[in-house]
């Protein structure tokens, strides 16, 4: 069956530090990939998504790129700041698949410190 | 426009009771979602529900675990005769489409506790 592997937390990092939070995979055929942030106190949204190999997902400056040959979809930022304190997590959608049937990573807890 | 709302926050119950978990989805949306996180386990998906219909239900367990979606009122997961291994997190999510998991909204979860 399908699954999604993140990198253990909690991850603890200065501002303006650089983040990356490892995410790998395992599905049948070509999955699309997500990564979801759950602020303290809310619901997951929705961060950023690939649908296909080599495609690169971004929003508020996150990065994540579909990389078949690894299995990997890691999440980077560049900069992060206090407000990027959540919990991070990686799914996928099974290729074909429903649109509700996402498979998610545990999810990774980041606490930015100024 | 208020959010998915969930409710309780916190659960907690004896073995053996039950548990009732609320999910008031977002105004206009008639598509709800059950996905339930255990401890060191990601979310996974438990059901979808349609204003009085069950859509998909093959994420639910057999067993003790029913779910509804009335005409009027919020969905209800309903877990009866609770064992330990049932504590966990449910999340609700809500959408106004079936076909684009980007206008999925989440709520804030439940945390289940049986003790």
């Known amino acids: 069956g399908n699954s999604v592997t993140q990198m253990e937390g909690p991850v603890t990092l200065s501002e303006e530090a650089f983040l990356t939070i490892n995410c790998t995979y395992t599905?049948?055929?070509?999955?699309?990939l997500f990564w979801y942030v759950q602020y303290p106190g809310e619901g997951l949204q929705l961060l950023l998504k690939?649908?296909?190999?080599?495609d690169k997902g971004s929003n508020k400056g996150f990065e994540a790129t579909y990389r078949k040959e690894t299995t990997s979809f890691h999440l980077e930022k560049g900069s992060v700041q206090v407000s990027d304190s959540a919990v991070y997590f990686c799914?996928?959608?099974?290729?074909?698949?429903?649109?509700?049937?996402?498979?998610f990573g545990k999810g990774t807890l980041l606490t930015v410190n100024p | 426009n208020a959010g998915v709302m969930q409710n309780p926050r916190h659960l907690v119950r004896r073995r053996g009771q039950e548990a009732r978990l609320r999910c008031s989805p977002m105004?206009?949306?008639?598509?709800v979602y059950w996905y339930r996180q255990l401890p060191e386990e990601g979310l996974k998906f438990m059901v979808y529900?349609?204003?009085?219909?069950?859509?998909?239900e093959s994420g639910m367990p057999k067993e003790r675990f029913s779910a509804e979606f009335p005409k009027e009122g919020p969905s209800i997961l309903r877990i009866q005769q609770v064992v330990r291994g049932d504590s966990a997190a449910y999340f609700c999510?809500?959408?106004?489409?079936?076909?684009?998991?980007?206008?999925?909204?989440f709520g804030s979860g439940t945390q289940l506790s049986v003790l």
């Open positions: 999510a809500s959408s106004d489409r079936p076909q684009d998991n980007e206008k999925l909204f």
């Open positions: 599905a049948t055929g070509y999955p699309s």
């Open positions: 690939a649908t296909k190999a080599d």
């Open positions: 799914a996928l959608r099974e290729g074909g698949g429903s649109n509700y049937k996402l498979t």
């Open positions: 105004k206009g949306h008639s598509h």
């Open positions: 529900l349609q204003k009085e219909n069950i859509i998909d």
